[in-house]
């Protein structure tokens, strides 16, 4: 008998078209050699053109699945996504703030398409609640100007963006520049260090999950027992590799690649 794989949770909503989400996130636990679990919070029908429908699951129904997993199987890193409304993310942060495994909060706003995958109402639950139970946050820059305000135009504006994010709590921010012009640059800090992670800029339109990847790469480094730079560097070259693979799909914007 082999012996039992490291467990690891994603609390995510399902993209029926497989590129994000829940799907993102069990395909990047399959790669890194983990053993992925899913608290499913709402269902999209979404394809590579965009978000078609979202439909959030009750709040009885994400408490089930929780403790279903947790209670019996166990986790050695949780990695949360799009939460969709004020009660999930209350009903998570309550959830989270009992276990002792690190947490990664991906804040999901808004797709890339910009259909909104968390309401208006949920941002104060995000920052005040979700936020301080975080071991690692992972906004994009556009997730840092609606949750904090700052608005960053440049690598040197990151740093501002850092400090007002781990005001709320996590240990440390990751904040991601992907969206800048040049290399993919991300800040990491927990306040004191600093790491900046760079990578070259792959021009590949085929990016959809980029962010539920990453979040995902880092909690299964985490759970195989990594620091948080180490895992956030782990998961920067792993990201990176699923970018330069990702590939056309329907008609627009298809997915990273989990099989490079
Ligand atoms: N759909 C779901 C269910 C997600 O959780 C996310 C991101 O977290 C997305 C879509 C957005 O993916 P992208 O912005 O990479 O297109």
Redesign the pocket.
Known sequence: MSPAPVRVLTV????SGGG??IQADLKTMLALGVHGMSVVTAV?A?NSLG?QGAWELPVEAVRAQYRSVVDDIGVRAVKT??LASAELVEAVAELLATTDAPVVV?P?GV???GDP?LAASALDSVRKRLLPTATVATPNLDEVAQLTGVRVESEAGMREAAEAVLAYGPRWALIKGGHLAGDAVDLLTDGSAAHWLRAPRHDNRH??????TLASAIASHLALGRTVPEAVTAAKEYVTGAIAAGFALGGG?GPVDHGW
């Open positions: 995510a909503g399902s993209d994000a989400g999209t979404q978000v996504g799009m991906d999901v797709s890339k398409h995958l990016t959809h999950g980029t962010g539920c914007i």
